[in-house]
């Protein structure tokens, strides 16, 4: 592991990084310790995550590993994610007879409750295991309780993604969300005392983009005048060199105002194919730009995470390496970029 300054110390904010328990051991496990000082599980927390085949609630083994690697490197867990219309099992939509449930109120009820029992499990296994949520020994501080839920076009009112949990429930199942899992998480879970010890988040990606923006900003509004326990806004920010680094900043400025915190949950910048040094140089630049508003807003950010490691284990590695390190795990100018330091003329 090269013998540079940790990312983490170069902000006045936790940065955090998408894992799999492999970045837990070995050189992965050194690279990640020295520059990050938050995790979050990329795939072992999402909702099917928590079921075996025959549908029984158990937490993920892998999940496990990195709450234990967390705990033991005083890293914090950002928790991701209590619900999502993707990677949830098709068994929480359906009857008894596997036909959809409908939206009678007795189907309602079937899709609340399983909803509720879901939140109350994950938060009693994780505060069975690790003490409960707001004490020293569990390091789990924020999850994002709805991921996605803003719709990509502008052809509904209410912006609103048309999801099976919408088709049911209607916005409903967002409120209920952010209710259970308060209720769970930073009451019936929480330690004594604990001020807010988990952060619930709503969460999305392209909020850079006017039209989305639009829509999120209307849909926490919407929550907050209703009461509902959503604490912070989150950001993906999956973009591409292409993207005005501009539109970051416009994106976290549009909701400073609000009574929330914010958080960057999952940033990477593609290069597009092939991924010359010229384009990791401009990416650099780049992460630069974006890291300077990041500190700018530092006091609105929870955090700010990368959505990965290194190069190859991006979901988008296709698309150009868009990290801060390669699979050598060598810093590229992305990193040097990050921590604001020297990059080529
Ligand atoms: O675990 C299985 C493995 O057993 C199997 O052999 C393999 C074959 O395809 O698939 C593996 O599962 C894959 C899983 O990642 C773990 O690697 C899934 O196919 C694949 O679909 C899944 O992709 C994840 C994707 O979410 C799913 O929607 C990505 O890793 C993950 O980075 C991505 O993360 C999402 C965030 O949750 C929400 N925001 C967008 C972001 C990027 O799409």
Redesign the pocket.
Known sequence: IEDLTPLHETTDFPVGV?I?SRETIGAPAQLLTRHFNQITA??HM?PEAWYDEAGNFRPHEQALTMMDFARDNDLRVYG??LV?H??TPAWFFTDSAGQPLTTSAADQQVLRERLRTHIFNVAESLSERYGPFGSSTNPLYAFDAV??VVSDSGEYSDGLRRSEWYRILGESFIDLTFEYADEAFNDVYAAEGADRPVTLFI?D?NTEQSGKQARYLALVQRLLARDVPVHGVGH?F?VSLAMPVSALETALETFADLPVTQAV??LDVTTGTPATQAKFIDQGYYYRDAFRIFRAYAEDLLAVTV??LTDGR???SGNGGPLLFDDNLRAKPAYYGAVDGELPA
Do not use: C
């Open positions: 998408a799999d990329e795939n999402k991701h994610v999502w993707s990677q991921n996605e969460n990606y993906q999956h949950t999952e959505w990965g991006s979901w988008r």
